[in-house]
């Protein structure tokens, strides 16, 4: 069989290299724009509003956030000190409520930017590539939950610099603390964060005990995780919450998720955009990526033009199960590649090494699937923000209006049904009332509230608590949260 001649070697890898690059800047590119994306529509649009943080918001304009809830989840503490604390100590300093909501919320919202920049600083990996990997899991994985206060939003901004750090980071005291640091700020985020602080030490292990970097990462983790249960053991959630939280618990890995309409659209548009791509390419089709991203986005248009008719709204709340699951194997990745450019031994398993190492031949494939995606989330996102601003307009009005609803035990309440059935959708059913206090400048006429709800935040000695005590908010609004708290649970 005759020899393929060096020089024609070399074009390909050359072509792979620069295909390879492309890719690495596209990752970037799309990362920082949606982390820029989240400070800005975030606050602009009052996403801190939506589902849970209707709650956490009214927390901070309460000044009383541990004790309304945060008492209860004690290890996800990163949390509280990272946003809601300095922010309900701003209102306790200013004296203005919004203003401490909109910290909150750029606070928030801002952590997937600060973590891309902090992973940009301590990544001493040959090109970057853990901060490349960093900004394409931002851009993938984010946008699925993008508008709901899960903690888990933490979770992803915290790994990719602990995972930079504990790959590339010098010997020394110093660096031993960061990491340290790091590490225990990871994991009290969200219970889930012990699976991604786990594959951070997993992603070393290959390298062997003997290897500085793996040993002083997993001293850190086994101190921290120690501090994580002592935290657990002496601050555990008050009774009402523990069967909400074991419930939740047990629910985190369903395998409905799969079935989300989002889940099924990015599967349905990329099992059609490697179809077409695989079909261009073996017709030999030049700019058979450009082509397959064309072809898809033309079917995606006309399905969002002619067939949708879904939100993707509760269900980015559900989603961040696909955090705790895709950003480990991302991180793994990124190690490999990392690893591979370091010569560290490379993961055991021959099929991950093929995998992993296809993607440079295969880079111009793989950055068009990141565009569908993309533009996917862009639509999805965008039908989220537009339908949000509808429904907070809508919830404001019943606020502030005279309506009333004397059969839900008070003739200050007013039922939330009385919403639209189609901006009804983003609603939240425990937290309700806390949304309309804030849509009406914490004087509201009538406390919105959900018939439905069957959970409620806060017991009557805490609300009457609050009540009692010397809070910006007007002592008439907290009186409303008081007495519904207390009609519903003692």
């Not at 309900?88 to 920049?117: C, H, N, Q, W």
């Not at 261009?280 to 397959?292: D, G």
């Not at 907070?392 to 035990?409: S, V």
């Not at 009385?418 to 009332?433: H, K, Y």
Request: glycine share 6%; charged share 15%.
């Amino acid at each position: 069989m005759r020899a393929i001649p060096d020089s024609v070697d070399h074009r390909v890898g050359r072509r792979q290299s620069s295909s390879g690059e492309r890719l690495r800047r596209l990752s970037i590119g799309l990362g920082l724009c949606w982390a820029i994306a989240f400070v800005v529509v975030a606050p602009v649009c009052r996403l801190q509003l939506f589902g849970d943080g209707a709650l956490f918001s009214y927390a901070v304009a309460a000044q009383d956030v541990w004790a309304f809830h945060w008492h209860n989840i004690s290890t996800r503490l990163a949390v509280f000190l990272l946003s809601l604390w300095p922010a309900e100590t701003f209102v306790g300093l200013s004296g203005d409520p919004r203003a401490g909501i909109a910290l909150y919320g750029l606070l928030f919202y801002g952590a997937p930017l600060a973590g891309l920049l902090a992973t940009r600083l301590v990544d001493r990996s040959p090109g970057r590539t853990i901060f490349a990997f960093a900004c394409a899991s931002t851009s993938l994985l984010c946008p699925l939950v993008f508008g709901f206060p899960t903690e888990m939003w933490l979770a992803h901004a915290l790994f990719w610099p602990t995972l930079a750090a504990c790959c590339g980071l010098p010997r020394g005291v110093a660096s031993l603390v960061a990491i340290f640091a790091l590490m225990l700020a990871l994991l009290l985020t969200h219970e889930g964060a012990l699976v991604l602080s786990l594959a951070i030490v997993a992603t070393l292990a290959p390298r062997g005990w003997r290897d500085h970097a793996f040993r002083r990462s997993a001293a850190a983790f086994l101190a921290a995780l120690a501090i994580w249960v002592g935290v657990k053991i002496a601050l555990p959630p008050g009774s009402y919450f523990a069967g909400v939280l074991e419930r939740a618990a047990l629910h985190f890995f369903d395998p409905d998720l799969l079935l989300a309409p989002v889940v099924v659209l990015l599967m349905t548009a990329l099992a059609g955009y490697f179809g077409a791509y695989v079909a261009l390419r073996a017709c030999s089709a030049s700019h058979a990526a450009a082509l397959a991203v064309a072809m898809t986005s033309a079917a995606l248009a006309a399905y969002w033009l002619l067939f949708d008719r879904w939100l993707h709204a509760s269900e980015r709340y559900y989603l961040r199960t696909a955090i705790v699951v895709l950003t480990p194997l991302l991180g793994m990745a990124a190690a490999f590649y990392a690893g591979r450019a370091d010569d560290v031994r490379r993961p055991a398993s021959p099929a991950l090494r093929r995998l992993l190492g296809s993607l440079p031949a295969n880079a111009e494939c793989f950055g068009g699937a990141l565009l569908i995606v993309t533009l996917i989330h862009v639509v999805e996102t965008a039908k989220f923000v537009t339908v949000w601003s509808d429904y907070q307009a809508a919830i404001r009005a019943l606020a502030t209006g005279n309506a009333a609803d004397p059969t839900l035990g008070d003739p200050r309440f007013v039922s939330s049904s009385r919403v639209d059935p189609g901006l009804n959708r983003l609603a939240w059913f425990s937290t309700t009332q806390y949304l309309g206090i804030v849509l009406a400048d914490f004087a509201p006429t009538r406390l919105v509230v959900d018939p439905n709800n069957s959970y409620f935040w806060l017991s009557c000695a805490t609300a009457t608590a609050n009540a009692r005590a010397n809070r910006v908010i007007p002592a008439a609004t907290r009186e409303l949260v008081r007495a519904y708290a207390c009609q519903h649970r003692h």
